[in-house]
Nanobody, 123 residues
């Protein structure tokens, strides 16, 4: 089992920035691709970003490319999501997840999920 706990959400104005963190514990963090997903009210869960175990591969959803950056610190068992130039449409609950596949951009590939952290962008 891998336990995931997100933090760093909050309220920010349009154009602002936030950095989300996801701390992993339990079974080894190693070998897992880590991803971020979000779910806005009344919408389907959406892929945001993913990063491979080595950090050498990163993938982004179209709506966040150029604004968000995913990174990880394996020594700290933590993955981050730096969110810049935030827009009201970025408002959602953001969840991190862990997948055994090297390239994982769909939620069905992910085995472990955190509870999520709320991000609200005011206009």
């Amino acid at each position: 089992q891998v336990q995931l706990v997100e933090s760093g959400g909050g309220l920010v104005q349009t154009g602002g920035s936030l950095r989300l963190s996801c701390a992993a514990s339990g079974r080894t963090f190693g070998g897992y691709t880590m991803g971020w997903f979000r779910r806005a009210p009344g919408k389907e869960r959406e892929f945001v970003a993913a990063i491979t175990w080595s950090g050498g591969g990163t993938y982004y959803g179209e709506s966040v490319k150029g604004r968000f950056a995913i990174s990880r610190d394996n020594a700290k068992n933590t993955v981050y999501l730096q969110m810049n130039s935030l827009k009201p449409e970025d408002t959602a609950v953001y969840s991190c997840a862990a997948a055994p596949d090297v390239i994982a951009t769909t939620q069905i590939q992910y085995d472990y999920w955190g509870q999520g952290t709320q991000v609200t962008v005011s206009s």
